[in-house]
């Protein structure tokens, strides 16, 4: 009796139940790959912040540069700065 019952069981997990499966993670997968607007604006929004970021440390370390000539900091120069960020736009 108990035979009857494992069978159809396994048979509808097998044909039914593992291709549902593998179907819905392919489409979760298809789905995650692209950026949807929201994450982009978000990365806009990273980006701006980290970019401002940078140029209060840059300002900064031109004031400490000021008041102590042996600190040197990380970018010495605005050239330096607009090289960093000419690289950066040329990659998007």
């Not at 009857?4 to 489409?27: D, M």
């Amino acid at each position: 009796m108990e035979e009857v019952i494992i069978v159809p069981i396994v048979i509808g997990t097998l044909f039914l139940g593992l291709p549902w499966l593998i179907l819905h993670y392919i489409t979760k997968w298809k789905q995650a790959k692209t950026l949807t607007g929201e994450d982009e604006q978000l990365l806009d929004e990273l980006y701006d912040t980290a970019r401002r970021l940078e140029n209060r440390l840059h300002t900064v370390e031109r004031i400490i540069s000021a008041d102590h000539p042996e600190f040197r900091p990380a970018v010495r120069n605005d050239e330096e700065l607009a090289q960093i960020e000419n690289y950066k736009t040329r990659r998007n």
